[in-house]
């Protein structure tokens, strides 16, 4: 079993000396990494495990699952350690619904709820943040359409490396968050905090805040300054409230 953590956790170890683990989500076609400066900015009673999925790092020639559900599944079922102690699930975008799908399976399979979910810069689960057949599109017309929604600019679009290594994770990435389905409202039993930028531009302020269905434990939004990405230059603040939150 640790064998199968290590796999599914990079750049942030399990240890036992640390009372609650944060288990953080990259957005679609990021990796683990993005959350590699995070470490050390919580005190020390905390653990950050960074989510490493396949296609990407060490577990580049693993195939993605072909569905978000698998995907959490694949993790729970794997990854049963990290739900011994209190922990805290944390998605960025689209991997707040890789979390969300997470929690439920660690309800219905061990019994245990996050003492706190947390979502940045994302849609509640019954909004969908991507609504075009991604599937569908040719390796050119995706391209075009991360431009046009501002995930990348020109000149990544036309740059080789980024379209041999690394457009083939973001489309997988992006086709499973476009056939990802949320048919009926399941709450959860924690507490959920949103946080958004208040320039963002690719997500509409009512469906961050359809979060609010989704829990039974109370919910709250937060805005920082910023656009879609604004934790990337806001990680310490977003550290601070959640370290004061889980404090208190």
């Known amino acids: 079993m640790i064998d199968n953590i290590s796999k599914w956790i990079a750049h942030g170890k399990v240890r036992d000396d640390k ?5 953080c989500f990259p957005y679609a076609g990021g990796t683990a990494s993005n959350f590699a400066t995070w470490l050390h900015l919580f005190s020390e009673e905390f653990s950050v495990l960074p989510v490493l999925y396949p296609m990407r790092e060490k577990r580049r020639l693993e195939p993605m699952p072909d569905s978000i559900e698998e995907l959490a599944e694949a993790f729970v079922s794997e990854c049963k350690e990290l739900f011994i102690k209190p922990f805290v699930l944390l998605g960025n975008c689209t991997g ?8 439920k ?31 569908d599109f040719s390796d050119q017309e995706f391209l075009h359409y991360m431009v046009k929604i501002g995930l990348i600019d020109d000149n990544m679009a036309q740059n080789e490396d980024f379209i041999k ?9 992006f086709v499973l968050q476009s056939k990802y389905e949320c048919n009926s409202i399941e709450k959860i039993d924690c507490p959920i905090i949103t946080m958004t930028g ?20 109370g919910y709250e939004n937060l805005k920082f300054h910023g656009n879609h990405f604004f934790a990337d230059g806001k990680k310490y603040e977003i550290a601070e409230t959640l370290m004061a939150y889980l404090n208190e």
């Open 19 to 23: 009372q609650v683990n944060i288990i």
């Open 96 to 103: 707040s619904i890789v979390a969300f799908e997470v929690a």
């Open 105 to 135: 399976k660690v309800k219905m399979k061990y019994g245990e709820n996050p003492m706190l979910f947390v979502a940045i810069s994302s849609p509640s689960p019954a909004k969908a943040i991507f609504k075009e057949n991604i599937e």
């Open 165 to 173: 290594y690394y457009a083939p994770v973001f489309k997988k990435d």
């Open 198 to 217: 208040d320039e963002d531009l690719l997500i509409e302020q009512n469906d961050v805040t359809d979060w609010t269905r989704f829990t039974i434990s």
